[in-house]
């Protein structure tokens, strides 16, 4: 049974970095493709970043490329999610996702199986 949780997230000012970290109460199956996305309230559901089974396949979204890094350590059954000078519309919660591929290609939040209950990011100007 895969149930994800999310932790990490906080209140920071604008230009601050901070992981936030994606475990499973059980293993996280080597083999999944692992996701992250955002939300903000009435709105739906941002794609951020995707990392296959095997730690290749990495994508993002448009808003976050190249201050946001996707990890995998499957020895320890955890996801990161590295966000370098964060804006403050990077203020969202923030999601883990799961799907037994090991790779999944679209963005779109109905390709992931599992996810977790998620982390709130507040980013102040």
């Known amino acids: 049974q895969v149930h994800l949780v999310e932790s990490g997230g906080r209140s920071v000012q604008a230009g601050d970095s901070l992981t936030l970290t994606c475990a499973d109460s059980g293993p996280i199956d080597s083999t999944f493709a692992m996701g992250w996305f955002r939300q903000v309230a009435e709105k739906e559901r941002e794609f951020v970043a995707h990392i296959g089974w095997s730690g290749a396949n990495r994508y993002y979204g448009d808003s976050v490329k190249g201050r946001f890094t996707i990890s995998r350590d499957n020895a320890k059954n955890t996801v990161f999610l590295q966000m370098n000078n964060l804006k403050p519309e990077d203020t969202a919660v923030y999601y883990c996702?799961?799907?037994?591929?090991?790779?999944?290609?679209?963005?779109?939040?109905?390709?992931?199986?599992?996810w977790g209950q998620g982390t709130r990011i507040t980013v102040s100007s």
């Open positions: 996702a799961a799907d037994l591929r090991p790779v999944v290609d679209s963005p779109s939040p109905s390709e992931y199986e599992y």
